[in-house]
């Protein structure tokens, strides 16, 4: 995975993720929505082969765009290793 940060101003975050698609980008759109500062989320993945994706994150200006972006990959984290506990603890039960 690269990141190449496109345009990065205090109310707004424009980035590209390559090697990524859905899989990633999706769930971090959620979780950026979580933000009451958040103003826009989207993403777009040009073509399926490309294995790139776009993504913008804008804010009301309260807090930084890169700032909320960093929180929701943190958020992410956290979410996946609380489903690899909770998954391993059900391989254990079954």
């Given at each position: 995975m690269n990141i190449n940060i496109i345009?990065?101003?205090?109310r707004e975050l424009e980035l590209e993720i390559e090697g990524e698609g859905h899989t990633l980008c999706n769930p971090l759109r959620e979780i950026l929505f979580e933000d009451a500062?958040?103003?826009?989320a989207g993403y777009s993945v040009p073509?399926?082969?490309t294995r790139?994706?776009?993504f913008i994150v804008r804010t009301d200006g309260k807090v930084k765009a890169i700032n909320s972006f960093?929180?929701?990959?943190k958020k992410l984290i956290e979410r996946t290793e609380e489903l690899r506990t909770e998954f391993k603890k059900a391989l254990k039960a079954a």
């Open positions: 345009k990065n101003t205090s500062h958040l103003t826009f073509h399926p082969l790139s994706a776009r960093k929180k929701a990959a």
